[in-house]
Every structure is written in C-alpha cells, then in structure tokens.
T-cell receptor
Framework: EAQVTQNPRYLITVTGKKLTVTCSQNMNHEYMSWYRQDPGLGLRQIYYSMNVEVTDKGDVPEGYKVSRKEKRNFPLILESPSPNQTSLYFC?????????????FGPGTRLTVL | GDSVTQMEGPVTLSEEAFLTINCTYTATGYPSLFWYVQYPGEGLQLLLKATKADDKGSNKGFEATYRKETTSFHLEKGSVQVSDSAVYFCALSADGNGGTSYGKLTFGQGTILTVHP
C-alpha cells in the first residue's frame, strides 16, 4: 500500500530534550516536506527536500533541522525543543517534477513540549 | 508572497443541505489550486484540484472551479452527508513559476464542517 508513515504519532517531552520525528514514504517520491498545523493558521511549511542531499527552508524553519540521506526517509529533528513548538506535524511527499504538487500526507505527529 | 484566504468557520449544516466554502488567493503567475480534506484524527487527503483557469475539479460530489478573474476556488457540494464532517483546506502551489516556491503548498487556515443528521 502506498503510504507516508510517521513515528511517533504522539509525543510529550520537556524543554531542551532533543527529539527526532521520523518520516518514510514507499512511493519513490523525489519531493518531501514537513508542515506544522496550528489552530487558525492552517499548515505552514517547515523544510522541504527536492531530492537526496537537497534540502531547503520553508516558511517557519527556526528551531528545526532535517536531513535527506535516503530517498524514502526525511526525519525532522528538534535539537532543543521549546513550548512554542507544541503542534501537530505532518510529513508529505510527491513525485515532484512530474506532478504539480499532488502531495500525500502522513497521519501526523502530535507533539507537546512542556 | 502567496496567500490563501478561506471563509471563517465553523460551518454547521443539516444533512442534504447545500455547501459552499469560499476560498480566494493571491499569487503571481498561474498557480495550481487544491482542496484537501482532513477527517478526524487523520492526515490530509487531496479532494480535488485544478491546474489552469476555468478548470473544474470534482470528486465525491464536491466541485470547485478555478476563477482567475476573481482569484477564487470556492468548494461546493449539492447535498452534504454526515460523513462529510471534516476540516477542509484550500491550497495553492506556484509550480511552473520556478524558483524556491516549487512544490510548496500554501494553505488557508482551514474550515471546520459539521453535518448533523
């Protein structure tokens, strides 16, 4: 089954404790992206990657890191989480250059930073 | 920069009522337009899309027409069901304009729809 998976689905952590949210897709998609969803703000892009070893900032990259060492994986890293990073996070992927941004979304990761 | 504005929610309707969710956008060039739906506890799913002016996207009884003259992409359904209760997001992508916006989706704030039996 074609899908985007994220882990964990739920995470409660404390300020300053490094964490990683994993994202994996099995569709051989070139383009992957991370969004955060906050009430009244819709989804905002954090980082994106157009292919292996190619990443770039989205609209709200502060406090986040990403890497793209393999085509299927695109982990989101919070080196020192803060309470304002409490949010619902979505990973997404698409074919990239072949389709106009028809993105497939993962189920989401709800992060709470205390 | 690019932006998408959706009508304020939440929207509450009775089953079989007519639905309209307004969406307008600001973008340079000719963006692609999308409606995504998010059911409770799930990720976003593409509902429909339109890639050029006057295109009509449709799926599951929902429709939206790309109106360049009014920069709008309003979502409509003639008869809603309880199972349509979800959050609906209008979005645009500046694909085709090149540059760093390639592949990025710009979302509206989302509209919560609740349908009662």
């Amino acid at each position: 089954e074609a899908q985007v998976t994220q882990n964990p689905r739920y995470l409660i952590t404390v300020t300053g404790k490094k964490l990683t949210v994993t994202c994996s897709q099995n569709m051989n998609h070139e383009y992957m992206s991370w969004y955060r969803q906050d009430p009244g703000l819709g989804l905002r892009q954090i980082y994106y990657s157009m292919n292996v070893e190619v990443t770039d900032k989205g609209d709200v990259p502060e406090g986040y890191k990403v890497s793209r060492k393999e085509k299927r994986n695109f982990p989101l890293i919070l080196e020192s989480p803060s309470p304002n990073q409490t949010s619902l996070y979505f990973c997404a992927s698409s074919l990239g250059s072949l389709r106009p941004s028809e993105q497939f979304f993962g189920p989401g990761t709800r992060l709470t930073v205390l | 920069g690019d932006s998408v504005t959706q009508m304020e929610g939440p929207v509450t309707l009775s089953e079989e009522a007519f639905l309209t969710i307004n969406c307008t956008y600001t973008a340079t060039g000719y963006p692609s337009l999308f409606w995504y739906v998010q059911y409770p506890g799930e990720g976003l799913q593409l509902l429909l899309k339109a890639t050029k002016a006057d295109d009509k996207g449709s799926n599951k009884g929902f429709e939206a027409t790309y109106r360049k003259e009014t920069t709008s992409f309003h979502l409509e359904k003639g008869s809603v069901q309880v199972s349509d209760s979800a959050v609906y997001f209008c979005a645009l992508s500046a694909d085709g304009n090149g540059g760093t916006s390639y592949g990025k989706l710009t979302f509206g704030q989302g509209t919560i729809l609740t349908v009662h039996p």
